[in-house]
T-cell receptor, first 117, second 116 residues
Framework: GAVVSQHPSRVICKSGTSVKIECRSL??????MFWYRQFPKQSLMLMAT?????????EQGVEKDKFLINHASLTLSTLTVTSAHPEDSSFYIC?????????????FGPGTRLLVL | AQTVTQSQPEMSVQEAETVTLSCTYD???????LFWYKQPPSRQMILVIR??????QNATENRFSVNFQKAAKSFSLKISDSQLGDTAMYFC?????????????FGQGTRLTINP
């Protein structure tokens, strides 16, 4: 099966610091990965599309300078929350597009819970 | 823009019963994919089932099956012989079939509880 990992699973940081979250596809290559944010009891909100070797595409309303995305290899994408503030506290989930088959299926990481104090 | 609507915020059934979760979507596309994802309390998103719009046959995966009505733009999920482990949030999702970023558009979710 297609496995996606995320690290860390949980992070607590002070306001003003930066936090990096890693998303890895473990048994397949992913030229495209996606970053989502999920508030309690709500659906997933797409933040950005991460493309290997090129700039990420951000959704409307998402600050690209606030949420830095790097997709340096076919198995790794990182999301850095810069100068984090309490309102950035949330559950962040990544997914990777499996190119095997027709490439239409996304597999999700286990998520990262961020708490900014 | 595509939209996905799940009209049942919460559902609850007894173990071993059959339950159907509804999903409707709006699109002008002819080629697309539909998905049901499950999010248990661990919050790990798990793919339950996938349907290609060009296929008339409804997808099935063991106890999970869909009723795909393309003209009505409806995509319901049926869970047979429900188990306690089926307790989770269920999200219906839409993806355009053309080449490109192929973003998923999610519904609001249905919280399903299976009671012993």
């Amino acid at each position: 099966g297609a496995v996606v990992s995320q690290h860390p699973s949980r992070v607590i940081c002070k306001s003003g610091t930066s936090v990096k979250i890693e998303c890895r596809s473990l048994d397949f290559q992913a030229t495209t990965m996606f970053w989502y944010r999920q508030f309690p009891k709500q659906s997933l909100m797409l933040m950005a599309t991460s493309n290997e070797g090129s700039k990420a595409t951000y959704e409307q309303g998402v600050e690209k300078d606030k949420f830095l995305i790097n997709h340096a290899s076919l198995t790794l994408s990182t999301l850095t929350v810069t100068s984090a503030h309490p309102e950035d506290s949330s559950f962040y989930i990544c997914s990777a597009r499996d190119l095997r088959g027709q490439g239409e299926t996304q597999y999700f990481g286990p998520g990262t819970r961020l708490l900014v104090l | 823009a595509q939209t996905v609507t799940q009209s049942q915020p919460e559902m609850s059934v007894q173990e071993a019963e059959t339950v159907t979760l509804s999903c409707t979507y709006d699109t002008s596309e002819n080629n697309y994919y539909l998905f049901w994802y499950k999010q248990p309390p661990s919050r790990q998103m798990i793919l339950v089932i996938r349907q290609e719009a060009y296929k008339q046959q409804n997808a099935t995966e063991n106890r999970f099956s869909v009723n795909f009505q393309k003209a009505a733009k409806s995509f319901s999920l049926k869970i047979s012989d429900s188990q306690l482990g089926d307790t989770a949030m269920y999200f219906c999702a839409f993806m355009r079939g053309i080449q490109g970023a192929q973003k998923l558009v999610f519904g609001q979710g249905t919280r399903l509880t299976i009671n012993p």
